[in-house]
């Protein structure tokens, strides 16, 4: 265990999938994500059902304004009152807000507005809900878990994508958008309380002051044991071993909300394994996001594969991603994580590039589910290694910056690749795509903190 933290309550020993604290953790992540995806059917339904398809577009859109603008602020949050208070009220007021709108449309027809202003509050609350959920496995298990709990969070999500869209498509067929709203809030309700049930591992004064200019951390459960004699000087140690900069104790002045940001960004900018991750992690997502969603969909057309050959390779996508997922879960630790994260990028680049010139759906499912394996592992793993390299009271942030290169900028190579399909065809997008997401392989192998970077076991 990390001498970085210190459990509030008795630490079992089991590995994490057979712990009952970190399997309510996951429960509580998989109904909130159930519920997401449901709540992203019903909003659609419903914008299309009350406008026009323009006009839906733009409500589906909305969200990632707050959630791109807020994010890096929603890191500091969630360091400077603790993951689990700012996921739970996240929870919450999400759950209030679906709801609400769900009685409105029982009640009448109001139009577009609510339907945006729900946008607009789940995209708001989404920028401190991401590097709250980011940063809560490192307080609910020991960090020799932290991999194995990446895996099962992996599992999760999988779940959520295949059982969300159905249960949301029911509950429109049931009775329409509003009903599909108030299924996507009681699945949302169901986190909350297996959240509170969860218990935390406080982390030591000395490294809540070291990161956030001496902000308290009220997170942990009551009776909570302080740190031990010497706490600092083992925590500056166990940073500095992992290529961390310790932090600057000269100045004890209480730190801005703008301070801690300062910091977390120099936090990461001086680490010797996160700041390279962090550019491998970007370049390996710039290169995914646009072929394998606005890009298959185009190659799909291409081929005449229609849309359900272009859900068969989903589908494969889908399954080995999963798998991968559950590799890392049942062996809860793969050596030399560094060196096989970029490997995995680089061998999933060539599998991207040559998507484009699979002539058969049949191909092109076996191709995909090789780009699911390797995705699924690279993203498992460089996952991990943040968990396990970021020392927790900073974990918000780390997730935060993590997140808003995933999901802030990522996207935009969407428009990207599909104007670039229509200038130069599928073949040199998908193979220019993939010699992006290469060079996210490159950078991993090539720095060799980075190479050399292990899970701990």
Same mark, same amino acid.
């Given at each position: 265990m990390s001498a970085t933290l210190i459990a509030t309550g008795p630490v079992t020993g089991r590995p994490a999938h057979r712990d009952p604290n970190v399997l309510r953790w996951?429960?509580?992540?998989?109904?909130?994500?159930? $519920?997401?995806?449901?709540?992203?059917?019903?909003?659609?339904?419903?914008? %299309?059902? !009350?406008?026009?398809?323009? !006009? +839906?577009?733009?409500?589906?859109?909305?969200? &990632?304004?707050?959630?791109?603008?807020?994010?890096?602020?929603?890191?500091?949050?969630?360091d400077r009152f603790g993951p689990r208070r700012v996921v739970i009220g996240s929870d919450t007021v999400r759950c209030a807000a679906v709801l609400a709108v769900a009685a409105l449309l029982f009640l009448t027809s109001p139009g577009l507005w609510p339907l945006a202003l729900l946008a607009v509050v789940f995209g708001t609350v989404d920028a401190v809900f991401m590097p709250a959920v980011g940063a809560?496995?490192?307080?609910?298990?020991?960090?020799?878990?932290?991999?194995?709990?990446?895996?099962?969070? $992996?599992?999760?999500?999988?779940?959520?994508?295949?059982?969300?869209?159905?249960? @949301?498509?029911?509950?429109?067929?049931?009775?329409?958008?509003?009903?599909?709203?108030?299924?996507?809030?009681?699945?949302?309700?169901?986190?909350?309380?297996?959240?509170i049930s969860v218990r935390m591992r406080e982390l030591p004064a000395d490294a809540k002051a070291d990161a956030l200019g001496g902000a308290g951390d009220t997170d942990a459960a009551a009776g909570g044991r302080g740190p031990a004699p010497g706490a600092g000087a083992v925590i500056a140690a166990d940073s500095e071993a992992?290529?961390?900069?310790?932090?600057?104790?000269?100045? &004890?002045?209480?730190?801005?909300?703008?301070?801690?940001?300062?910091? $977390?960004?120099?936090?990461?900018?001086?680490?010797?394994v996160l700041a390279p991750l962090m550019l491998a992690i970007a370049l390996g997502d710039l290169g995914f996001v646009g072929p394998l969603n606005v890009g298959l969909t185009l190659l799909a057309d291409e081929r005449g594969w229609g849309a359900s050959g272009m $859900?068969?390779?989903l589908s494969g996508?889908?399954? @080995?991603?999963? +798998?991968?997922?559950?590799?890392?879960?049942?062996r809860g630790r793969l050596p030399h994580a560094g060196w096989l994260a970029g490997c995995s990028i680089v061998a999933g680049s060539v599998a991207i590039g040559a998507l484009a010139f699979v002539p058969s759906v049949l191909g092109a499912v076996g191709v995909a589910l090789l780009i699911g394996l390797l995705a699924g592992l690279?993203?498992?793993? *460089?996952?991990?290694?943040? !968990?396990?390299?970021?020392?927790?009271?900073?974990?918000?942030?780390?997730?935060?910056?993590?997140?808003? %290169?995933?999901? @802030?900028?990522?996207?935009?190579?969407?428009?990207?690749?599909? &104007? +670039?399909?229509?200038?130069?065809?599928?073949?040199?997008?998908?193979?220019?795509?993939?010699?992006? *997401?290469?060079? @996210?392989?490159?950078?991993?192998?090539?720095?060799?903190?980075?190479?050399?970077?292990?899970?701990?076991?």
């Open positions: 996951l429960g509580a992540y998989t109904a909130s994500m159930v $519920g997401d995806s449901v709540y992203y059917i019903a909003l659609s339904w419903a914008a %299309v059902q !009350q406008g026009s398809p323009a !006009q +839906a577009g733009v409500v589906m859109a909305v969200s &990632a304004v707050p959630r791109a603008l807020l994010m890096l602020g929603g890191g500091v949050v969630a809560l496995p490192a307080r609910v298990t020991s960090r020799d878990q932290l991999a194995r709990v990446q895996g099962m969070r $992996g599992i999760g999500i999988r779940f959520a994508s295949i059982v969300g869209a159905p249960l @949301g498509g029911l509950g429109v067929a049931i009775g329409g958008a509003a009903a599909a709203f108030a299924l996507a809030g009681l699945l949302i309700a169901v986190s909350v309380p297996l959240l992992r290529g961390a900069p310790v932090p600057d104790k000269a100045d &004890a002045r209480p730190a801005s909300p703008v301070d801690d940001l300062r910091a $977390g960004l120099r936090y990461i900018r001086g680490h010797r $859900g068969w390779v996508f889908g399954a @080995g991603a999963g +798998a991968a997922a559950l590799l890392l879960t049942v690279s993203g498992a793993l *460089c996952g991990a290694l943040l !968990q396990t390299q970021a020392d927790p009271a900073y974990l918000g942030r780390v997730t935060a910056v993590s997140s808003l %290169v995933s999901l @802030g900028f990522a996207p935009l190579s969407m428009p990207l690749s599909a &104007a +670039a399909i229509g200038a130069w065809g599928t073949g040199p997008v998908f193979v220019g795509s993939a010699v992006v *997401c290469g060079l @996210g392989g490159v950078v991993a192998l090539c720095v060799r903190d980075l190479r050399r970077a292990e899970l701990p076991g």
